[in-house]
Structures are given as structure tokens and as C-alpha cells.
């Protein structure tokens, strides 16, 4: 399994219609085999660190074949332009809010491009760029964040989360747990930021979903001592 066609060949035929019709009601576009994630992974070790192809599969638009690429794929080898299109071309929220921040945050120009993606006016952009930033704060050692900037980011949560899109608005949520969560000089103010927001409505359509609850989700993670861990990855 080496080609693009021999992989595809491989996510139709491990795709099943209930998976489908599942990401379906998640929003997933109709370009989609619907292929659990777990057997992604079984292919994803079949080509593990075949970079050129990794890319070549995202480029496909088929929302399976776009997952499996951010698994294999190694972000520190992709450049910002790179990168960046993988977040303009992101057509589904897995895509934009999991795939894309996994290899973001492998790459030196996280936070740069993660500033630059919250600013878009394309919500699933913007909710990428949040998504990203959880990731930087949540990786990186607190002594090498740009904490003032963090701050502003809480502020600007505050003030306009009301006014944005369901993804944006639960991107914004999750950065506000992620700096509760592992940034340890700014936990109280991410704590009276979650207080101020409250419970975040957001729209998930014909799903189960639940939006946590910032206050809760943070207060949890201290109580079972993961508060302040640093994660290695955003790769799931």
C-alpha cells in the first residue's frame, strides 16, 4: 500500500454506511467512506512516515483520507504555506479542529500561524486557530508562552464570544480549559474567564454532544492531578 489510489481502494472499503451516516449528523461533507478512526490507525502504521504521501492524501478532499494524512503526517517537515492551506482546505470540523492543530503544533510556527488563523473571518479557520493555540499552551513550558498575549486572548473570549459561529464559540471554550488546565501563572484568570462565560450554547445539531463546562472541566483536571501536565502531542 504505497499509492494514493491503493490507500483510497483500502478507507471504501472499510468504510461502512452507519459510520457515515454518523459523521453525517457530526456535519461531515459527502465526501466521506465513514472509517473509524481506529481503523484508520491500522493504516496509518502501514505508511507510517511516507510524508509526500500523507500530503497527497489530504489534497483528495475525502474527509477519511484527510484524518489518516494528519496521522501520519510530520509537521515539523511541513512549512507555513503548507500548513496554512491545510487549514483553508479543511472542510468538516475533525478536519480543522483535530487533523489540522495535530501537525500545527509539531511545527516551529504553531503560535504564529495559530494568531494568524484566530484572526480569519472563515469560521472554521478561526476555529482551528483556537484550536491550535489550546495546543501551544498546552505543550510548551510556561516560561516560553507569550503570557500577556495568552491574557488578551482570554479578554477577547470574554468580550465576543456571544457574537461568533458554534465551532469558533467551542474552540474559544477549549482554549479557555487548556489555559486553566496547563497554564499554571495564568489558571485564575482562565478560571474567572470560564466563570464569566458560563455555559457555552452551541448548536450540535442531531447529536448527543455535550459542551463542557469550563469551570467544571478545569476544577476536574486539578482534582485528578493533571492540572499543569504538559501534554506531548495533540495527536490523537
Not at 154 to 168: A, F, G, P, W, Y
Amino acid at each position: 500500500m504505497k499509492t494514493v489510489s491503493q490507500v483510497m481502494t483500502a478507507l471504501k472499503k472499510m468504510g461502512s454506511d452507519q459510520t457515515r451516516k454518523t459523521f453525517a449528523r457530526h456535519g461531515a461533507p459527502e465526501n466521506c467512506f465513514g472509517v473509524k478512526v481506529g481503523d484508520l490507525k491500522v493504516i496509518a502504521k502501514q505508511i507510517k512516515g511516507d510524508q509526500q504521501l500523507a500530503c497527497d492524501l489530504y489534497d483528495t478532499g475525502n474527509v477519511d483520507a484527510m484524518y489518516l494524512a494528519g496521522i501520519v503526517a510530520d509537521g515539523s517537515k511541513m512549512s507555513k504555506k503548507q500548513l496554512d492551506n491545510w487549514a483553508i482546505s479543511a472542510p468538516w470540523h475533525m478536519i480543522a479542529e483535530y487533523t489540522v492543530p495535530g501537525v500545527a503544533n509539531e511545527s516551529p510556527h504553531s503560535r504564529e500561524l495559530a494568531m494568524k488563523w484566530i484572526k480569519s473571518r472563515k469560521p472554521q479557520v478561526a476555529a482551528a486557530g483556537w484550536t491550535t493555540y489550546s495546543g501551544v499552551v498546552a505543550i510548551h513550558p510556561d516560561d516560553e508562552l507569550d503570557l500577556k498575549e495568552v491574557e488578551s486572548l482570554l479578554k477577547q473570549i470574554e468580550n465576543s464570544i456571544d457574537t461568533m459561529s458554534n465551532r469558533v464559540k467551542y474552540a474559544m471554550n477549549g482554549f479557555v480549559i487548556s489555559v486553566g488546565g496547563y497554564v499554571k501563572p495564568l489558571a485564575a484568570q482562565a478560571k474567572a474567564t470560564a466563570k464569566k462565560i458560563g455555559r457555552v450554547d452551541v448548536d450540535v445539531g442531531d447529536t448527543a454532544c455535550k459542551i463542557p463546562l469550563a469551570t467544571e472541566y478545569i476544577d476536574k483536571m486539578e482534582k485528578t492531578g493533571r492540572a499543569f501536565k504538559k501534554r506531548k502531542t495533540m495527536k490523537c
